[in-house]
């Protein structure tokens, strides 16, 4: 745009008393939420186990006032007034802004408060509960709140209503969660994607393991203590552009990112002294997260006018391209031979107990070795969209009414077995192992897959941009990749839908040949299968 055009906009958003009074009041909502952001976070790190009833009855009033802050009145007035400024409406990211305004305005409006409330309390009881299931293998003591969270969530997808049936492609209920995370995706739509792209990594790991030669991966399974292991992690993402002064690393059951307002990133991993990369990888993938937190227009001085905090334009556009960010870390730069080629001699100084017998081709090629895992957040990069559509189908048969939780264990065993070749164990490594449907985070898990999708072709593209990356990876130089994707996603929040952002960084839909090329080459070469 223009200067004088930028002007102008800026002149007409500061001539508008209602646009200025519905950004004050998305500012004090996004407060609320992110004061709920850190009670969370509390929950999962250091909070007493004792806490959790006062914790859910916390959470479940702060849910509350902030969703009647999101629904009033005053709010929907304000974004009529603000939709009926021509001025307003010239301006390219103001507009956008409006539009993301309105649809999380009528979606909120959709939800009666007693409900939010409950999933509120609800899901906080539940994830104590999941948390010492999970503990003691003890599905059925996780069941009745399983049961709980899935009614109040198809009563949440029932209030948003089926969405519209667009290019053809069918609607469904799931749809209305699926929508949350990934706005416009639809079940069918990711299904016609899905199955194919099951059908040929199946083939893909089968034809590694049967004809591929397995490297040897005792690199990996050295005993390291974890402060090492936090030390060293904390290490790379730092060096990978993390700033530590606007965000920290601790320990949790199950690791997540949360950013919770300017200047506040937390990231949380899990440590296993006798596998020390399942660890690395968790925190390199929250880091991932954490990148696209910190690169939002949101970390500036609060009374800064470029600050976005509680704008939409301020905040992630979906959780496929957040996933991306996190894949791409983990996977893309992490597992990449230029990764280590940096990263072992640091890894020889801070981690040893051995590991200095071991080259860092050694490393590259342990850290690709592939094998039917039973925990998806220690999955390789051929099986792990495997555990994706295992979660997509049983959660998707939940919300559908074909699934009972009662039949969940059998139901994961089997789809298991049949996907991987072996048995499960135990539900811990089962049906237990991840938190999300204790969160009633139902319509999360196929962004995953998305995210391995988007990663891989903006990849492609960024190395279009920057041919030399791998040597500037092999020199630890990691700042021109983030700093081109902070230029092609982060800065603009939700400025684009998901799929358009694909297209202007890519110039393509959204498919799955990237990756397959992706993993052709690297995990082919690794296992000497052309």
């Not at 929508?179 to 893909?204: H, K, Q, V």
């Not at 990449?336 to 590259?364: C, N, T, Y």
Request: proline share 5%; with cysteine.
């Amino acid at each position: 745009m223009p200067a004088a055009s930028i002007a102008d906009a800026a002149t007409a958003q500061g001539a508008s008393p209602a646009y200025r009074e519905l950004k004050e009041l998305l500012r004090e909502i996004a407060h609320m939420r992110s004061t709920l952001g850190l009670l969370q976070w509390d929950q999962e790190t250091y909070m007493p186990a004792a806490g959790s009833a006062a914790r859910a009855g916390q959470k479940s009033l702060l849910a509350g006032l902030a969703h009647e802050r999101a629904t009033s009145p005053r709010l929907g007035e304000l974004i009529a007034a603000c939709e009926g400024d021509a001025a307003l409406r010239s301006d390219e990211a103001t507009a956008a802004n409006l539009r993301e305004m309105r649809r999380d305005y009528d979606l909120a409006t959709k939800l009666p408060g007693d409900l939010v409330r409950a999933l509120a309390e609800t899901t906080s009881r539940a994830q104590d509960a999941w948390k010492h299931a999970r503990e003691k293998n003890d599905f059925a003591s996780f069941a009745p709140w399983l049961d709980k969270v899935l009614t109040l969530t198809r009563r949440k997808a029932e209030c948003y209503g089926v969405p519209a049936a667009t290019g053809g492609v069918p609607s469904e209920l799931y749809d209305a969660l699926l929508d949350e995370y990934e706005p416009s995706a639809r079940a069918a739509e990711i299904e016609t994607l899905f199955r194919p792209l099951e059908a040929r990594l199946s083939a893909f790991v089968k034809d590694l393991r049967t004809r591929g030669t397995r490297p040897d991966d005792a690199c990996v399974k050295l005993n390291i203590a974890r402060e090492k292991q936090h030390a060293f992690g904390q290490f790379v993402i730092e060096k990978c552009g993390f700033r530590m002064n606007a965000g920290r690393l601790d320990e949790v059951t199950h690791p997540f990112c949360e950013g919770l307002a300017p200047g506040d990133t937390r990231l949380t991993t899990r440590y296993r002294e006798s596998r020390w990369t399942d660890a690395f990888f968790g925190t390199l993938h929250e880091y991932g997260h954490g990148s696209y937190e910190q690169g939002l227009p949101i970390h500036m001085e609060l009374d800064d006018p470029r600050n976005r905090f509680g704008e939409p334009l301020g905040h992630a556009v979906s959780l496929g391209i957040h996933e991306s960010q996190s894949r791409m870390w983990e996977n893309i730069v992490g597992r990449s031979r230029a990764f280590w080629q940096w990263a072992k001699p640091h890894a020889d100084r801070m981690l040893g107990s051995g590991i200095e017998r071991f080259s860092a081709e050694d490393v590259f090629r342990a850290v690709n070795v592939i094998e039917p895992g039973f925990i998806r957040v220690e999955a390789d990069e051929g099986y792990y969209n495997l555990h994706i559509m295992l979660r997509f189908a049983l959660e998707r048969a939940m919300i559908r009414g074909d699934l009972a939780v009662r039949d969940l264990p059998g139901a994961w065993n089997e789809r298991f077995k049949a996907l991987f070749g072996v048995d499960v164990p135990d539900d811990t490594r089962g049906c237990l192992q991840d938190v999300h449907w204790s969160f009633g985070l139902i319509g999360y898990f196929p962004t995953y897959t998305l995210g391995n999708l988007y990663a891989a072709s903006f990849w492609n593209a960024l190395k279009r941009d920057l041919p030399d990356v791998d040597a500037k990876m092999e020199r630890g130089e990691f700042a021109p990749v983030l700093s081109w994707f902070n230029d092609k996603i982060h800065r603009h929040g939700r400025m684009y839908p998901p799929r358009e952002l694909c297209r202007r960084i890519t110039g393509a839909d959204l498919s799955t040949e990237p990756l397959m090329a992706y993993l052709g080459a690297k995990l082919g070469g690794v296992y000497g299968v052309s």
